[in-house]
């Protein structure tokens, strides 16, 4: 566990972009979020959308990165890419460690399928081998409080429950290296404070943490090392206070560029 | 694309190594399917028992044949053959309806082809029970040929690995694929011999079973349900099918797996 790492050399990611209309893009071009819109091929006819450009970094046991940076900056495709979804379309990614990508609670959920079902069919899919999953099932079943319910269909859960049900079984893993988007969001107020317990405990017990967020305080809590993405590039990676520090003025400063720029007229169609 | 077989091969053996995940994910859609309903997965058994036998009555005078014979050929045809093209058609979505999994995880996509071999073998299984009663009621002969039904589900099972990690790959770079596949198999179910015999097409016009990969394929699981040995050339059809499909598949599969999530 000591030993993990993750290393990037010059990752670019491009989207092909397909089904899409070349008029209907012509807007889209002028966007001032997301990564870089380009054509290719002969006749310029397919539209492929840079998400990253030529990224470099290592990190290793110990670093708590987090990922900062505006809709569309490439927060997630980088937690995709580190995760092995996407391979990169330029570059590397060298990873030693196992991954544990938490970006859906439960990857596979279906409605129809009751509590334990569920957990059983996800967590699976989460990396857990049957057995580990028995043997977590006392401890989320408390953690949970869910009861009988876990026996219903969870198409009978409301959101909350269902937020509960999901939360249990993806804290319920020993990662090594732990990816999170920050979307895994939490039920109600007293629950929330058991929550946050459980989530830091499981990324006490991971070696690597990165988590991608808009939120600047959630990445003070809990990272020691932060990096800000814009358009697909990594702006500065370094200490959190530094990074945070030149994301707010970056944003100060494109709200200023916004205010004294008249908004372009959106075409009616 | 630069192939990766490394990548490719540790896919596919990871992949159908670890059948507990396809083993439960096959059965958990199988239950999902049926959920609420009282006759659950053999609903498709009956529905499939009911158009065999009407088709068995009614074509059997049709064709001047004995319902005695006519009948099992039919329903057991039936059976084999819903079997071999529902794998084909459910496996045109093999990684389309994954998306979701593709997108969230890294994980052998291999498990996926063999949920979808899988589940469509349990279906077969559930299927097998018009084939007794037709059996047991019209008096099939069973021998040893009827044994051959083992080796005639593993190899469709075996070529429907292949065929649904390459359908899979092309219906979701090119979503035309599905609908095309579904059009071509309904026209082949009255270009394979189906519902008529082989030998009513005559001897000039063999070539038009001979050629067709889904009459052997279909008749390596159907001869042996009907006690009757297949013929050596559909062995050798299903065999070499499996053995070009697999070899041009992942070529394929090395060079484009690592685009499947790209494509979704």
């Given at each position: 566990m000591q030993d993990t790492f993750i290393e990037l050399q010059n990752v670019t990611v491009d989207f092909p972009i397909y089904g899409s209309s070349n008029r209907s893009w012509r807007s889209t071009l002028l966007g001032r979020t997301g990564g870089l819109i380009r054509r290719e091929g002969a006749r310029q006819q397919r539209i492929v959308v840079r998400a990253l450009e030529s990224l470099s970094f290592r990190i290793e046991h110990g670093d708590r990165l987090g990922l900062l940076g505006h809709n569309g900056a490439g927060k997630s495709t980088l937690l995709r890419v580190l995760a092995g979804v996407y391979e990169p379309t330029a570059g590397n990614v060298v990873t030693k460690g196992r991954l544990s990508p938490l970006f859906t609670a439960a990857p596979g959920l279906d409605l129809d399928d009751t509590g334990y079902e569920n957990w059983r069919s996800c967590g699976m899919y989460l990396g857990m081998t049957r057995e580990e999953i028995r043997q977590k099932i006392p401890e989320m079943e408390e953690f949970c409080e869910l009861g009988e319910y876990l026996s219903l269909p969870v198409r009978t859960y409301s959101a909350g429950m269902m937020t509960r049900l999901c939360f249990a079984l993806a804290t319920a893993i020993d990662p090594d290296i732990l990816l999170l988007d920050e979307g895994i969001a939490t039920g109600d107020a007293r629950f929330a404070a058991r929550a946050e317990r459980r989530m830091q405990a499981m990324i006490d017990r991971s070696s690597i943490l990165v988590l991608a967020s808009h939120s600047d305080a959630m990445i003070a809590s809990m990272c020691n090392k932060a990096a800000l993405l814009e358009k697909g590039r990594v702006i500065l990676m370094g200490p959190v206070k530094d990074v945070t520090a030149l994301y707010h003025e970056r944003a100060a400063m494109q709200r200023e560029a916004a205010a004294a720029a008249p908004a372009p007229s959106e075409a009616a169609d | 694309m630069t192939p990766d077989y490394a990548g490719a091969f540790s896919d596919i053996v990871r992949g159908v190594t670890n059948w507990r995940v396809w083993g439960q994910a096959g059965w958990q859609e199988i239950k999902r399917r049926y959920r609420r309903t009282a006759l659950g997965p053999f609903w498709v058994t009956l529905s499939l028992g009911i158009f065999a036998t009407a088709m068995g009555l009614i074509w059997a005078p049709l064709f001047n044949a004995d319902v005695k014979t006519y009948l099992p050929f039919v329903t057991v045809g039936m059976v084999s053959w819903v079997y071999v093209t529902s794998t084909i058609s459910e496996g045109c979505g093999t990684y389309t309806g994954a998306e979701g999994l593709i997108k969230q995880l890294n994980f052998p996509y291999m498990l996926?082809?063999?949920?979808?071999?899988?589940?469509?073998?349990?279906?077969?299984?559930?299927?097998?029970?018009?084939?007794?009663?037709?059996?047991?009621?019209?008096?099939?002969?069973?021998?040893?040929?009827?044994?051959?039904?083992?080796?005639?589900?593993?190899?469709?099972?075996?070529?429907?690995?292949?065929?649904?990690?390459?359908?899979?790959?092309?219906?979701?770079?090119?979503?035309?694929?599905?609908?095309?596949?579904?059009?071509?198999?309904?026209?082949?179910?009255?270009?394979?011999?189906?519902?008529?015999?082989?030998?009513?097409?005559?001897?000039?016009?063999?070539?038009?079973?001979?050629?067709?990969?889904?009459?052997?394929?279909?008749?390596?699981?159907?001869?042996?349900?009907?006690?009757?040995?297949?013929?050596?050339?559909?062995?050798?059809?299903?065999?070499?099918?499996?053995?070009?499909?697999?070899?041009?598949?992942?070529?394929?599969?090395?060079?484009?797996?690592?685009?499947?999530?790209?494509?979704?």
């Open positions: - | 996926l082809n063999c949920t979808v071999v899988w589940r469509n073998m349990i279906v077969f299984f559930h299927n097998l029970i018009i084939v007794i009663a037709v059996v047991v009621l019209l008096s099939v002969p069973v021998n040893l040929n009827t044994l051959l039904v083992v080796p005639g589900v593993l190899l469709v099972a075996v070529n429907g690995m292949w065929i649904t990690m390459l359908l899979g790959m092309l219906s979701a770079r090119f979503r035309d694929i599905p609908p095309l596949v579904g059009n071509l198999i309904q026209v082949m179910m009255f270009v394979t011999p189906v519902f008529w015999f082989a030998n009513q097409l005559g001897p000039g016009r063999q070539h038009i079973v001979t050629f067709n990969f889904l009459f052997h394929v279909v008749d390596i699981v159907r001869s042996p349900l009907l006690g009757q040995a297949p013929a050596a050339l559909s062995y050798a059809v299903a065999i070499g099918g499996a053995v070009v499909g697999w070899t041009v598949t992942v070529m394929i599969y090395a060079r484009f797996r690592r685009r499947i999530a790209y494509w979704l």
